[in-house]
């Protein structure tokens, strides 16, 4: 699914216009990346938490050349998904 379809379907359940759930999902992205660059987290309660991790500075090797490449540090944004989201997921029900 991708973001003009997931907005579709939040429009469809929600009985919202599409214009104005694209407005909120963007919102939404927004406030999850700003939060996770200020470096809290989010956690939203039965469906996961956003948050940052430090990954540390490393070597790796240019498979064309063969040479050694410096890949330095620096934080990755993760996501833990909630037991809810587990158990939906993990359902046999679709």
Known sequence: MNKSELIKNISDQSGLTQIDCAKALDAFINTISTSLKAGNEVRLVGFGT??????AATTAINPRTRQPIKIPARKVAKFKAGKTLQDVVNSSKK
């Open 50 to 55: 956003f948050g940052t991790s430090n990954r």
